[in-house]
């Protein structure tokens, strides 16, 4: 991360026509000034998205590189920065919004049963390199480097291909 203003950043997975999952760290979220990390399911045609986890996190620190993960089992995802477990979804969570707790039960996202992965900054500077997308039925790409010298239109049409 290079340089921050109000923003996100963060990894979709599931993404299939209009719906998503989306886990990220975020200062922009309810016009409440403390960063959080969370997991939404959205629907960006009807623009309506359930909270699957929020909690306060730090900003990832500028000028450092950060490892981002995002892993899917099932109807869970697991949030993870530079190796730590950050969150798993599918639990109740407590959301604290204007001073009150708030118990957060999540709903079944079953909906989400398949997809294409993604990646996603607003406001943000960063830069991305060794992309690694693995799983069941997804061919092996191995790292997907983004290379100074290389072009970029090939290298982002090699991501598109998975």
């Not at 990390?37 to 629907?43: K, L, N, P, R, T």
């Not at 009807?46 to 099932?74: P, Q, T």
């Not at 190796?83 to 709903?107: A, C, N, Q, V, Y």
Request: proline content about 4%; charged content about 25%; glycine content about 10%.
């Amino acid at each position: 991360l290079e340089k921050r203003g109000p923003g996100n950043i963060g990894i979709l997975a599931r993404v299939k026509e209009n719906r998503a999952v989306w886990c990220l760290v975020s200062d922009l979220f309810l016009n409440d000034p403390e960063s959080k990390v969370m997991c939404i399911s959205y629907d960006f045609n009807e623009k309506v998205h359930e909270a699957l986890y929020i909690k306060r996190h730090r900003l990832l620190r500028l000028n450092r590189w950060s490892k981002l993960k995002l892993s899917v089992g099932g109807d869970h995802f697991t949030f993870s920065i530079d190796r730590k477990k950050i969150t798993e979804t599918g639990d109740p969570f407590i959301l604290l919004h204007r001073g009150e707790e708030l118990m957060i039960k999540t709903k079944d996202i079953a909906s989400h049963p398949t997809g294409s992965t993604g990646f996603g900054l607003a406001n943000y500077t960063a830069r991305f390199d060794n992309i690694t997308i693995i799983g069941k039925g997804i061919p092996d790409k191995g790292g997907l480097s983004v290379v100074p010298k290389a072009k970029l239109a090939t290298t982002w049409g090699n991501l598109k291909r998975l």
